[in-house]
């Protein structure tokens, strides 16, 4: 992928994301200026996925995960790519998490990931039981355990909650999230 051009237009959050990408490879961006992302920007971003496609790539954090909420509501069939909280850490010691901060190789990984969401109803669901037996909801360690899955299956972080619709949305099968969470224990 170095050196390729994407075909499908990249929603950051800002002008360092940009920056950021285009230090990796040629790549059109959309700036959705932090969380406070407007009608006008939701349009541009409606307008890039008609004409050539869009790939959500915002920071692994609240606001991050806030951004990409509104563009899953109006863009549904948008890709997404997802850089995993410990590869977007700053260099200083308070520094917020973002595609800012992230290598080359991160970026590179993150971008050849990318997933499409489905319509819930198209995959069987996971049972809640499941998640419960797996500790991903509730107790000690459930909040990291869902981070590390959340990386591991390239969803994202999700809380508990959000965390059915992740998978359902990326769709994610039993066996796959029974695999994944071997991985995940392998590194609690």
Do not use: C
């Not at 969380?35 to 606001?63: C, K, L, M, W």
């Not at 969401?117 to 797996?134: A, F, G, H």
């Amino acid at each position: 992928m170095n050196g390729e051009k994407i075909e499908e237009v990249i929603v950051v959050e800002g002008k360092d994301d940009t920056r950021r990408l285009q230090e990796v490879f040629p790549v059109d961006t959309i700036e959705t200026i932090g969380s406070a992302i407007n009608e006008e920007i939701i349009e541009r971003i409606i307008h890039a996925q008609e004409t050539r496609g869009v790939i959500v790539f915002t920071d692994p954090d609240y606001s991050g995960e806030k951004i990409r909420k509104i563009i899953m509501n109006e863009v549904p069939d948008a890709k997404h790519a997802f850089l995993p909280r410990d590869k977007a850490r700053g260099k200083r010691k308070y520094a917020s998490l973002g595609v800012e901060h992230a290598s080359d190789e991160a970026i590179l990984a993150a971008l050849e990931h990318v997933v499409t969401p489905t319509k819930e109803q198209d995959v069987p669901k996971i049972p809640r039981q499941s998640l419960l037996n797996y500790g991903l909801l509730g107790g000690k360690q459930a909040k990291r355990r869902r981070e590390l899955l959340g990386d591991e299956l390239r969803i994202g972080y999700t809380n508990g909650k959000q965390l059915e619709k992740r998978l359902a949305m990326f769709r994610i099968t039993e066996e796959e999230l029974e695999k994944a969470m071997k991985i995940v224990e392998e590194n609690l």
